[in-house]
């Protein structure tokens, strides 16, 4: 296998930070071969019509780890206060030439059908089984390229009719915040329009103070401010 890129090698440190953690119980890992490095927009998006008129720049492929796949799921250990994650990642261009996610029912609305038409699943919980993923809504002549948020049981939450959410921020700052988060589920909120008030979000309110209160000392080496404050604007 070739040497990881310093990308890479941030994302594989952060996995085995959660691997070599006493606080840490792994339920399930998976880490699959690199492909190669990228210097451009692999050359198959210009053969196919559909994406003609899809931006896909430059910090996509700088942005994007070429793992064939990488994945963590994970709870943490007693004395701690017991909550748990999940990531599974891979290449983005891969991503992108997968079919979008089959989320749509008998019920779902053409304008809902539309947007999940559009989605490709970037990161799942496919060991745990949460029914939680984040996608990257292909479109044409957008730029950034959104991110959203598919949780099954948002619509559960008082308020709230749908099961997904817009994330405020882009693909490259999505992996960046997953090093931080380690995947914590829930942790998706922290960058998307919602307000944790809401009954039915005691669950994840209760994971993410965890998370803010046991990894500063379980990974040291993250400042993990940012994501406080971003709890406290939504409380």
Known sequence: MREPTELESAHIDSFNEI?????ITVEHED???????LDATPGVFSL??????????????????????LGCH?????????????????????????DPPDLAWDGSPEEERRLFEEFRVIDSTPSAATGQMTAIRVQPS????????????LNTVDGWDRQYVRM??????????LLLTK????????YSDVSLRSDGFEGVVFALESM?????????????TSLADRLQERL
């Open 183 to 190: 995947g914590t589920f829930g942790w998706q909120y922290l």
């Open 74 to 98: 994970w709870n943490t250990s007693e004395p701690r206060p017991s909550f748990g994650g999940e990531f599974w990642i891979t290449d983005l261009y891969v991503s992108l030439l997968q």
């Open 19 to 23: 691997l070599n953690s006493e606080s």
């Open 48 to 69: 196919l019509p559909e994406w003609q008129d899809v931006i896909l720049g430059p910090e996509l492929y700088r942005a994007t780890p070429r793992f064939n796949g």
């Open 168 to 177: 405020n921020l882009t693909y490259p700052e999505y992996l960046e915040a």
């Open 31 to 37: 880490f699959r071969e690199l492909g190669e490095v």
């Open 212 to 224: 803010i209160e046991v990894f500063p000392d379980v990974f040291p080496g993250h400042d993990y």
């Open 142 to 153: 957008v730029d950034p390229l959104e991110i959203w948020y598919f949780d099954m049981n």
